[in-house]
């Protein structure tokens, strides 16, 4: 029960949308494309677009080829047209003593750490994409009224 309560909580604000104003009078276009870090698809990924006008924020999940396809928090195909903030994100938590797995199982220890040490100072966030593609205005996109078909976000892990 406290699980959905905290779902209820992280997933509201999205319902309501990001950039103030009402979405229904925005012009939504589709858009899609390819997430790559190092060359290489990031699947699993979440990518976000946040409006800088009015409008609600659009998320995709990446596929395994990492191609995403967003949706509008108010469940419009696309994202407004316009400028937004674009980010990318993929974390796992490691360590504490919630998780159950194999020392070889888990991202390289903290340098001086064991991964017994990392288990048993509590949970940590490990960075699939880095964590600087996750804060706004890292990654810019324009969407203009035609979409955007095959975006490409090619992102460095340095």
Known sequence: MRALLVIGCLTAPLAIGCGGGSS??????GVNGVVTLDGKPVGGATVAFAPKGKGSMSM??????????LKSATGKT???VGDHDVTVSLS??????????KADDLAPPLEGAS???ARA??????????EKYSKPGALQASVPSAGLSGHKLDLVSK
């Not at 229904?24 to 276009?29: L, T, V």
């Not at 995709?60 to 396809?69: C, I, S, V």
């Not at 100072?121 to 880095?130: A, D, H, L, M, N």
């Open 24 to 29: 229904g009078d925005m012009n939504y276009a």
């Open 60 to 69: 995709g999940l990446t596929d395994a080829g990492g191609r995403f396809e």
């Open 78 to 80: 696309g994202a407004a």
């Open 92 to 101: 796992m938590t490691v360590g504490g003593p919630a998780v159950e797995s």
């Open 115 to 117: 991964a017994d040490d």
């Open 121 to 130: 100072s509590g949970p940590q966030t490990r960075w699939i994409v880095p």
